[in-house]
């Protein structure tokens, strides 16, 4: 591997947690948002239910992210 390139990638890693935490703040707004929605209940729970799996999946990328962030700066 090019050790030029390394610190490139190590940065990139923990410059991208903050972008990724925000996307889980929007995800958990977009998740509240759709349990209060003024649709229909049906399409008030449908939305709910596709806003709280985007949610979860923002989490675990949140969670992978900081993980890679804090392994970038120890290396």
């Known amino acids: 591997m090019n050790s030029d390139k390394e610190p490139t ?3 990139f ?3 991208q ?3 990724v935490r925000e996307m889980v703040e ?3 707004a977009n998740w509240m948002a759709a349990l209060s929605s003024g649709a229909n209940q049906n399409h008030r729970d449908d939305l709910a239910i ?3 799996q985007i949610l979860e999946h923002a989490i675990e990328t949140q969670e ?4 890679a962030s804090r392994c970038a700066a120890l290396a």
């Open 50 to 52: 596709l806003a709280h």
């Open 17 to 19: 947690e903050i972008p």
């Open 9 to 11: 990638l190590n940065w």
């Open 26 to 28: 929007l995800a958990t």
């Open 64 to 67: 992978c992210w900081t993980i």
């Open 13 to 15: 890693l923990i410059d």
